[in-house]
């Protein structure tokens, strides 16, 4: 029997080669699927992984749960069991074989219902609608708080407890709306509009509902409640179902709590908590203004035996004496200067009054003006002019009738 001669050594491949190429065909080829089976050969091993087969009448293909999915799993399958399972094909190289690694596991009737999730979360994924940095900040002493929920369920009572036990003066405005079943999509969504029309509006938004199974959560699943959610200008807190839960109103909400108590404890500061705060912080206070005054009377009391304290009146006196000589010092040079001022004011008084044409016109003298002009030259005058003569005492009119010029 005649063999293919190797020709080019770079196409033999180990099998570890080999394996790792089959590896990546597959894991390329086949992203995450959804699978439809019955469970056989189930084992939870003492390490918290689950292992499994899932078959068919015609196949069937080994599975593994890995331990920290399987502590999120909500129901414990078993052997015979119908379930649909969720996850990727993968190689497990050392055993040279190929098997399904399991993400999640449901009942089969769930089926639906899941893939129509994952779809629409890719979708709104894609358009940022979960992105942490559109998510608003929530107030961390509201005074007024919007709740939407069933006005018959108990997550309104959870609500309303959680809240009167936790929060000092506030005011609760409740919009009722269908959690579950046919238009409860609709009702949500209108009451987060109805919550952001009103004036004044609430500064956060609790929605939420009890627990149930995907059926009855889905109302927070479909895409009108979720733009509803992102689209409100208020903080809103999504409380839906237990723990293990999660929908694409939590997804989309600006804070995700397990539960509708849960909701109501991320909207408020406990008060006892804040009362012990407060107390905490009164007692840190005196303490320190305590601490502060024995200081000061310490300081006080070991300044009042200082040498300067003791001398402080005495020169306190001598100050005050310093203050009277120099008044007093004050007083004198200024009735110096005052006396020294009169004399000067007195002689340029006389000096003024020699001056004066008026001291002129006393020792007999006048003034002639002629057009209300200074006559100082007989040339400047004519006969038959008209003169003023002002005298030292009241004034007199003449006519011109002879001139002798110099």
């Known amino acids: 029997m005649a063999f293919p001669q190797v020709i080019d050594p770079s196409q033999i491949f180990t099998v570890s080669e080999i394996t790792r190429e ?5 894991e390329t080829q086949f992203p995450a699927v959804w699978l439809r089976g019955e469970i056989s050969g189930i ?20 599975g593994v749960m890995w331990r920290s999915r399987v502590q999120r799993l909500e129901f414990r399958p078993a052997d015979g069991q119908e379930a649909l399972l969720y996850g990727r094909l993968v190689v497990y190289e050392k055993g040279g074989k190929y098997q399904f690694e399991i993400e999640a596991i449901q009942p089969s009737g769930q089926g639906a219902l899941a893939a129509e999730f994952e779809k629409l ?5 894609g358009e940022g609608l979960f992105e942490s940095d559109r998510k608003k900040p929530i107030p961390r002493f509201p005074r007024t708080i919007g709740v939407i929920t069933s006005s018959s369920g108990a997550a309104i009572r959870d609500i309303l407890v959680t809240l009167s036990r936790r ?6 405005l409740f919009v009722a709306a269908k959690v579950q079943g046919d238009g409860a999509a609709s009702e949500i969504a209108g009451a987060i509009n109805q919550l952001a029309q009103y004036s004044p509006a609430p500064e956060v938004i609790i929605v939420g509902r009890g627990g149930g199974s995907i ?16 689209e409100c200008p208020i903080p809103i807190i999504s409380g839906v179902g237990h723990e293990t839960d999660t ?16 909701a109501a404890e991320l909207a408020t500061s406990d008060r006892i908590e804040l009362r012990s705060r407060i107390d905490h912080l009164k007692l840190r206070l005196s303490r320190s203004i305590t601490g502060s005054l ?5 300081r006080l009391e070991k300044s009042a035996g200082a040498y300067g304290l003791k001398r402080l009146p005495d020169r306190l006196n001598q100050y005050i ?12 040079s200024l009735a110096t200067g005052l006396n020294n001022i009169n004399d000067v004011i007195e002689k340029f008084e006389s000096r003024l009054k020699a001056l004066s044409p008026l001291g002129v016109l006393n020792r007999g003298y006048s003034i002639v003006i002629k057009d209300d002009k200074v006559v100082t030259d007989a040339g400047n005058l004519a006969l038959d002019d008209y003169i003023k003569l002002v005298l030292a005492k009241g004034q007199a009119k003449a006519k011109i009738s002879e001139i002798k010029a110099k």
């Open 22 to 26: 089959i590896r990546q065909l597959l």
């Open 43 to 62: 084992n939870f091993h003492r390490s918290g992984h689950l292992y499994l087969t899932l078959k068919d009448a015609g196949a069937q293909i080994s």
């Open 121 to 125: 979360k890719a979708r709104l994924a």
């Open 167 to 172: 929060a000092f003066d506030l005011d609760v």
């Open 215 to 230: 059926e009855d959560l889905w109302a927070f699943n479909e895409e009108k409640t979720v733009r509803a959610i992102t």
């Open 247 to 262: 929908t694409l109103a939590d997804l989309a909400a600006d804070l995700r709590a397990p539960t509708p108590t849960g």
């Open 294 to 298: 024995e200081t000061f009377n310490l």
């Open 321 to 332: 004496q310093q203050l009277d000589d120099l008044e007093a010092r004050g007083k004198k």
